[in-house]
Each structure stands twice: as C-alpha cells, then as structure tokens.
C-alpha cells in the first residue's frame, strides 16, 4: 500500500511537470501515461491487491489521479494544436473571409429620412399601437360610426365588442397624443397601418405612413405650406415644385392634397404622372374644430394642420419601385440594391 501511494505522487509530480512543444510530446504524453499498456493503467491494476476494507478508499484516489491525468492531457493537446496550427497551416498576409452585411429596407431608410426632416423643423416622433379602437381611429378624428367617408379607409374588424379594428391610418396616433398632452403639440407619427384591399401592384394590405399634426396659438395655412414646402425641397431637392389641390377629409377643414413635380420626366409627362406633369404624395388641412373639442382643446384659442403621407409612395418616387408587393416579399436581390445611411 505504502508503496503504491508513493508511486502515485511521483507519477503525478511528473505529469505535473511535462511540457510539450507540439503535438507528438502530447501523443508521447497520452501513449506513456493514458495508453493500454500506460502507467494509469499499470496502477490500476494494483487495485486488486488492496484489501476488501481498504478498496473503497483507494478507489476513490485512483479515480481522481486518472482524472488529474487526463485533464492534464487535454490541455496539452489544445495547446498544441494550436501552436501546430500557427506554424503549420495559417498565413496571416491572407485577406480574411467577408461576414455579409446586410442593408436597411428601403421603406426603413425612406422613413427615417423623412423623420430626420421634420426633427429639424422641431417635430417629435410619436407611436401608438397597431390595434386600435373604434374611438382612436374613426369616432375621435370626426368620423362617427355611420359617416359615409368610412369607405375611405376598408377596414379589417377584429372584434365587435370590445370593439377592436387595425388602424387604417396614423391619425390615431394623433388622437391618442391629443388626449394626453395639452398645446403647444407637434408631433409625426410614423408607422405601420392596414387596409382590406387586394393586394396588387398598386395596392397592399399593409402600409406605412408618417403623419403629421401641429397645434398651437396662431397656425395659418400659410404654416402647413411652408412646412410641407419645406419638406419636398429636403426630400427630393430644391427644383421640385409643388402644387396643392382642394380635397377632403373629416379631420381637416379646408383640406388639401399636396402634389409634386413629376421627378421621373421633371414636369413634361410619362407614365408614372400619367401625363400631367404631377404626382400626388400626401394629405393635409387644417386640424376640424370638432377634433380639438373632442380633446377638450379650446378651437377658439388654438388652431392646427394635419397632414399625412405614405411611406411607399414617397420610396416609389424616391427609387423608382413600381410594385407595392416588393417590399414584402423579402427577396435580397430586391434588398441589397439599397444602401442608406440612416
Ligand atoms: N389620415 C389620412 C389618410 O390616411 C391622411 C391625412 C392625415 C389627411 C392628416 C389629412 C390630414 O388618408
């Protein structure tokens, strides 16, 4: 017994002791030690000598030298294998493998430069929740619940009561900011919003808009154009015209619809104008008395504008996309053509 323990604690010292430069000495290490014929297993085989009383303690001290062995073992082999690599195999003058980057949706690097003008002129981004109520998205913004103008805006009904609905715009976002913030309010509100429509070239059930709403002492007209004027020559460059054409919304009197200078055929006609020079991109008009009111806003005291675009449309004009459906299909082909830097 007595000379068995002291043949474990020199063969431990020793493997504590091994160095190996590469990885034949962790092999020699592995063969001497760890092999069939190793002296793991030399002293192992000792245990049939240890008395019955004895065996349970012995065994458990064999077991953690061969694990101390082995342990010893394995780092041996990690660290020559890599120092075998480094001479053998790397040549660090190769350029390295590329890691592919991916790029920004278009719709995204559109969106974030038309919110990126509109912080300059002072505007505060503003979200709200995709499903909505009947309240946010039609009754507050002046469209009670038989209002023809509904029709406007197909909507997808998710229940009755409680009645919840997909937002058809962002203007309940608007809504939901007027009710928790008195004036002076200027806000956009960028997001995604739904519509029953057959998806086609033209036309998606899904959408995204940036809308806008600015309430204040004193805000003319004059303010919404000079502000959405001031918009185009950012978005699309200086020479871009814009005209701005009688419309209607419930939630805005007077309301307009603002068009732009065809920047395909710069003004003198093509497909994408349909020949008249003009492309439509958004929506707009004074803030209706009756919305202020339905926040408690004084329409006596305050006046606002309200305007709304879509996302894909000012993209379509932007980079010339002339499917709708591509923006969702998530093809890379399609994808990797932009780059952005926002
Ligand atoms: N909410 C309108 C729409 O989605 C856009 C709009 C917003 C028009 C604000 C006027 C004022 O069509």
Same mark, same amino acid.
Request: charged share 25%; glycine share 6%; with cysteine.
């Given at each position: 017994?007595?000379?068995?323990?002291?043949?474990?604690?020199?063969?431990?010292?020793?493997?504590?002791?091994?160095?190996?430069?590469?990885?034949?000495?962790?092999?020699?290490?592995?063969?001497?030690?760890?092999?069939?014929?190793?002296?793991?297993k030399h002293i192992m085989g000792e245990m049939k000598n240890v008395p019955n009383e004895k065996k349970k303690e012995f065994g458990l001290l064999l077991?953690?030298?061969?694990?101390?062995?082995?342990?010893?073992?394995?780092?041996?082999?990690?660290?020559?294998? &890599?120092?075998?690599?480094?001479?053998? @195999?790397? #040549?660090?003058? %190769?350029?390295?493998?590329?890691?592919? +980057?991916?790029? *920004?949706?278009?719709?995204?690097?559109?969106?974030?430069?038309?919110?990126?003008?509109?912080?300059?002129?002072?505007?505060?981004?503003?979200?709200?929740?995709?499903?909505?109520?009947?309240?946010?998205?039609?009754?507050?913004?002046?469209?009670?619940?038989?209002?023809?103008?509904?029709?406007?805006? &197909?909507?997808?009904?998710?229940?009755? @009561?409680? #009645?919840?609905? %997909?937002?058809?715009?962002?203007?309940? +976002?608007?809504? *939901?900011?007027?009710?928790?913030?008195?004036?002076?309010?200027?806000?956009?509100?960028?997001?995604?919003?739904?519509?029953?429509?057959?998806?086609?070239?033209?036309?998606?059930?899904?959408?995204?808009?940036?809308?806008?709403?600015?309430?204040?002492?004193?805000?003319?007209?004059?303010?919404?154009?000079?502000?959405?004027?001031?918009?185009?020559?950012?978005?699309?460059?200086?020479?871009?015209?814009?005209?701005?054409?009688?419309?209607?919304?419930?939630?805005?009197?007077?309301?307009?619809?603002?068009?732009?200078?065809?920047?395909?055929?710069?003004?003198?006609?093509?497909?994408?104008?349909?020949?008249?020079?003009?492309?439509?991109?958004?929506?707009?008009?004074?803030v209706h008395p009756k919305v202020l009111e339905n926040f408690s806003i004084d329409a006596n005291k305050y006046t606002g504008f309200a305007f709304g675009?879509?996302v894909e449309r000012i993209c379509q004009l932007k980079y010339r996309v002339n499917d709708l459906r591509l923006y969702s299909q998530n093809d890379v082909?399609?994808?990797?053509?932009?780059?952005?830097?926002?």
């Amino acid at each position: 017994m007595e000379v068995l323990l002291q043949q474990i604690e020199t063969i431990k010292q020793e493997v504590a002791a091994f160095s190996a430069n590469n990885a034949d000495d962790a092999e020699a290490f592995r063969i001497k030690y760890l092999g069939t014929k190793g002296l793991v297993k030399h002293i192992m085989g000792e245990m049939k000598n240890v008395p019955n009383e004895k065996k349970k303690e012995f065994g458990l001290l064999l077991n953690e030298f061969k694990q101390f062995v082995e342990s010893k073992y394995e780092t041996l082999k990690e660290l020559t294998v &890599d120092n075998g690599q480094l001479t053998a @195999n790397i #040549d660090f003058s %190769l350029p390295g493998s590329p890691v592919p +980057v991916g790029t *920004r949706h278009p719709l995204s690097i559109v969106r974030n430069q038309i919110v990126s003008i509109f912080k300059r002129l002072g505007f505060a981004v503003a979200e709200g929740p995709e499903i909505e109520d009947d309240w946010h998205n039609f009754g507050a913004m002046n469209l009670p619940e038989d209002h023809p103008a509904r029709d406007m805006q &197909d909507t997808f009904y998710i229940s009755k @009561n409680p #009645d919840w609905l %997909l937002r058809t715009h962002t203007s309940s +976002v608007q809504a *939901r900011v007027m009710e928790n913030q008195k004036p002076p309010i200027r806000v956009i509100c960028p997001g995604r919003v739904y519509r029953n429509e057959t998806i086609s070239a033209r036309a998606h059930c899904f959408f995204h808009q940036v809308e806008g709403l600015y309430v204040d002492e004193n805000v003319s007209f004059a303010d919404l154009k000079q502000t959405l004027y001031f918009f185009v020559q950012e978005m699309f460059g200086k020479d871009t015209k814009v005209r701005f054409r009688p419309s209607y919304f419930p939630f805005t009197e007077p309301s307009a619809e603002m068009d732009i200078s065809c920047l395909i055929c710069g003004g003198s006609g093509c497909n994408v104008c349909k020949h008249t020079g003009w492309v439509e991109i958004l929506g707009s008009g004074m803030v209706h008395p009756k919305v202020l009111e339905n926040f408690s806003i004084d329409a006596n005291k305050y006046t606002g504008f309200a305007f709304g675009m879509g996302v894909e449309r000012i993209c379509q004009l932007k980079y010339r996309v002339n499917d709708l459906r591509l923006y969702s299909q998530n093809d890379v082909r399609f994808l990797k053509q932009f780059t952005g830097a926002l």
